[in-house]
């Protein structure tokens, strides 16, 4: 039987395990595409399945990886077919289904978008989930009404990936981006991104109050706790936060007042189980809106064989903006 590389979890009675290690073709799991993957990137969902942090892996062995791009080898699905480019994002990969950090994936075909015109896969996978969840938030924004002429829009957790995208692309779009964050010397790369303003975390950090001044119309929030409470209570009247992460933590310690008092909402972002609609239009506005020069300057590239040991300084944030991992080291990097 054909093996391939692949980052393998597996988990014994000392616990969880990750190895890079040769995997049998025959153990895939169930798909109508098998892909060869060129490349994958580094999540912080990934930094929690490939350290144990959290139990975000349902099922062992596991290969991480919550996303990925490729070529169709073979296909059982009438929209794909062998040569056809196709990016995926979501849908329990990584977690419940083997993931992309390996030289082959089989999925559903329904899983797939295919690569939009105009990004290499390389560029697919600098933006990643990441900036596919930030596209997502964008989106949501628009659809509750908001503009740049309302007011600032807020980035919290401004130097990860998904907030690296969301400011760039907000500030494409036309808005006063306030970037939120808690490494003082990223500052210069959040204002080269299209940051105005740059807001340290601790302004956001402390015990949430049930109103404060209002700052922005908007926000894209990639953090959760006490500075999603905080980032509420700042939000103007009519204003809306897009909530897509927890890098702070899952509670909420707010109030109704944002709410009842300054009509604000809290708009909630799923990025893994998104139907196919919202999701290619999410990519094709990425595809047309997003500065590539930006992107470059916000993507780092390491081989397969480093993807392991960058887990752990992922989940501490010592990861600045986006990580792409090259599966196929004969695959092109732009």
């Not at 073979?74 to 995926?88: E, I, N, R």
């Amino acid at each position: 039987m054909a093996t391939f590389r692949a980052w393998v979890i597996e988990k014994g009675e000392a616990g969880q395990s990750l190895a890079l290690r040769d995997f049998d073709e025959a153990d895939l799991m169930d798909g109508d595409v098998t892909v060869r993957v060129s490349h994958s990137g580094l999540n912080y969902k990934d930094g929690l399945a490939m350290t144990g942090k959290m139990p975000v892996v349902r099922r062992f062995p596991m290969i991480p990886g919550i996303d990925f791009a490729g070529t169709v080898e073979a296909s059982a699905h009438p929209d794909y077919k062998a040569g056809d480019a196709v990016v995926l994002t979501g849908w329990g990969v990584g977690e419940t289904h083997l993931g992309g950090l390996a030289e082959r994936a089989r999925v559903r075909g329904d899983w797939l978008v295919p690569l939009p015109d105009g990004l290499s896969p390389a560029e697919a996978m600098a933006i990643g989930t990441a900036g596919y969840t930030a596209m997502l938030s964008v989106l949501a924004l628009e659809r509750h009404g908001l503009t740049p002429g309302d007011g600032p829009a807020l980035v919290t957790g401004a130097s990860g990936g998904v907030g690296s995208v969301a400011v760039a692309l907000l500030k494409r779009a036309g808005w006063h981006v306030i970037a939120a964050t808690g490494r003082s010397g990223e500052a210069e790369y959040l204002k080269g991104l299209g940051a105005a303003e740059i807001l340290e975390r601790e302004a956001l950090a402390g015990e949430p109050r049930p109103l404060a001044k209002e700052r922005w119309a908007a926000g894209i929030d990639a953090v959760g706790g006490k500075v999603l409470a905080n980032a509420l209570a700042m939000t103007k009247s009519g204003g809306a936060i897009a909530a897509c992460g927890n890098a702070g933590g899952m509670d909420l310690p707010s109030s109704v007042a944002p709410f009842i008092l300054r009509g604000v909402s809290l708009l909630g972002i799923n990025s893994v189980t998104t139907p196919q609609e919202p999701r290619r239009e999410a990519w094709a506005r990425l595809a047309r809106d997003l500065d590539r020069g930006g992107l470059a300057a916000m993507t780092r590239t390491v081989s397969l064989d480093e993807a392991g040991g960058l887990a752990k300084t992922l989940l501490e944030g010592q990861v600045r903006g986006r990580t792409v991992v090259v599966i196929d080291g004969t695959a092109p990097q732009a």
